[in-house]
């Protein structure tokens, strides 16, 4: 079955450094990946969606790469900010040519980004 | 209102009570999502309406779940006989189109404790 991992539990580092979140999956062909930010009782909010034929998506700090032959997804936060700190949650979208379905979500990185 | 909205925010259920959660999506969307979340792990898929019909269900844990949305807008999910696994975080989520390659808005979710 398919399989999604986010290897850190949690990140920690310096404001003003730039944070690096993995995510790896397995046994699946998505034809997109989204990345998620979700605060404590908050449900998860959208930030970006990288399709499988794109190499690197930008949206203002934030940069995500798609590896799809690594089967991998690299999700940075440069110049990082305290008010970053969150968890972020990679999701995949359906195997390339399937009917629109739900989001396969992994565990979740939290990143504290210390003053 | 501007964003997907969910009621009640917060149940306590005793163990084999029937509960119902309410999923208020934003005017318009097609897709409609059922999502539960564990404590400290990502949102785990339930089930997906496009309008009215409820096109995958497969994650839905057992027959005492059951989900509906009868005019393609308010969704109701429905849990009988609950039991304490079924403590969790319930979220909802619903995308402008079908077909993927769209982010999807969250509600802020149902906290459901089973005593």
């Known amino acids: 079955s398919q399989k999604i991992e986010q290897n850190s539990e949690a990140l920690n580092i310096q404001e003003g450094k730039t944070a690096t979140l993995t995510c790896n999956y397995t046994?699946?062909?998505?034809?997109?990946l989204q990345w998620y930010r979700q605060d404590p009782g908050r449900g998860p909010v959208f930030l970006l969606l990288i399709r499988e034929n794109e190499k690197e998506k930008r949206k203002e700090r934030l940069k995500v790469t798609f590896d799809t032959t690594l089967k991998q997804s690299l999700f940075h936060i440069t110049a990082s900010q305290p008010a970053d700190s969150a968890t972020y949650l990679c999701a995949l979208g359906p195997n390339y040519g399937g009917s629109q379905g739900n989001l396969i979500f992994g565990k979740g990185t939290k990143l504290s980004v210390k003053p | 209102g501007a964003g997907v909205s969910q009621s009640p925010r917060y149940k306590v259920a005793k163990r084999g009570q029937d509960v119902a959660l309410r999923c208020d999506p934003i005017s318009g969307h097609v897709s409609l999502f059922w999502y539960q979340q564990a404590l400290g792990q990502g949102p785990e898929f339930l089930t997906y309406f496009q309008n009215e019909a409820q096109l995958d269900k497969s994650g839905l844990p057992s027959d005492r779940f059951f989900a509906e949305r009868p005019e393609g807008s308010v969704s109701t999910l429905k849990i009988q006989r609950t039991q304490q696994e079924d403590s969790a975080v319930y979220l909802c989520?619903?995308?402008?189109?079908?077909?993927?390659?769209?982010?999807?808005?969250f509600g802020q979710g149902t906290r459901l404790t089973v005593v």
């Open positions: 989520a619903s995308s402008l189109v079908q077909g993927g390659y769209t982010e999807a808005f």
């Open positions: 046994n699946y062909s998505p034809a997109y």
